[in-house]
T-cell receptor
Framework: DSGVTQTPKHLITATGQRVTLRCSPRSGDLSVYWYQQSLDQGLQFLIQYYNGEERAKGNILERFSAQQFPDLHSELNLSSLELGDSALYFC?????????????????FGEGSRLTVL | AQSVSQHNHHVILSEAASLELGCNYSYGGTVNLFWYVQYPGQHLQLLLKYFSGDPLVKGIKGFEAEFIKSKFSFNLRKPSVQWSDTAEYFCAVNAGYGGATNKLIFGTGTLLAVQP
């Protein structure tokens, strides 16, 4: 158990719909990262938040958005869903936001949310 | 931009065979290097990591990796694999000390199947 909690574990929805994935980081971790894992794209970094603020952005579509709340949990919102959005969405957390001294940089991953768009 | 290449996409071995999975990264500055493992249906777990010091790092379950700076490589090794090592293995890199973010860039993964 990594200490990172993701809900829901599985989600089936239709094209055009909107879903929200939720992540609770490990106790004490300030950073949350979202990754998308699909068969054709592998593990793609989407976005990182550190203590409520966006820290880094990757290959995240405009239809997708995320936020981190004051209690440090994060939500990834996926809208106007397409068949190609079907994937496993992982959340990870770490203590810090950057490679500073005292921060190992290791990410701890949740078990993922499997999204199926029909 | 950082990138990670894993040369072996699919490896099939018999139990007790030796394993070496290749990983090369492209980044000119200081890096932190990681190997993660994903067992079927599970989340990614850290196998081992390199930040500095001894370039030969030992991880869990008998895995080790060697950082060769001149070759930009961080290959994963295990002298004798077991059926329970069947999993997907990911090499990853971040920018290291002074980087603006801890985000990890992952390779495409290597699917290892160990036959009993």
């Amino acid at each position: 158990d990594s200490g990172v909690t993701q809900t829901p574990k599985h989600l089936i929805t239709a094209t055009g719909q909107r879903v929200t994935l939720r992540c609770s980081p490990r106790s004490g971790d300030l950073s949350v990262y979202w990754y998308q894992q699909s068969l054709d794209q592998g593990l793609q970094f989407l976005i990182q938040y550190y203590n409520g603020e966006e820290r880094a952005k990757g290959n995240i579509l405009e239809r997708f958005s995320a936020q981190q709340f004051p209690d440090l949990h994060s939500e990834l919102n996926l809208s106007s869903l397409e068949l190609g959005d079907s994937a496993l969405y992982f959340c990870a957390s770490s203590l810090g936001g950057s490679g500073r001294a005292g921060n190992t940089g290791e990410l701890f991953f949740g078990e993922g949310s499997r999204l199926t768009v029909l | 931009a950082q990138s990670v290449s894993q040369h072996n996409h699919h490896v099939i071995l018999s139990e007790a065979a030796s394993l070496e999975l290749g990983c090369n990264y492209s980044y000119g500055g200081t890096v932190n290097l990681f190997w993660y493992v994903q067992y079927p249906g599970q989340h990614l777990q850290l196998l081992l990591k390199y930040f500095s010091g001894d370039p030969l790092v030992k991880g869990i379950k008998g895995f080790e990796a060697e950082f060769i700076k001149s070759k930009f490589s961080f290959n994963l090794r295990k002298p004798s694999v077991q059926w329970s090592d069947t999993a997907e293995y990911f090499c990853a890199v971040n920018a290291g000390y002074g980087g603006a973010t801890n985000k990890l860039i992952f390779g495409t993964g290597t699917l290892l199947a160990v036959q009993p």
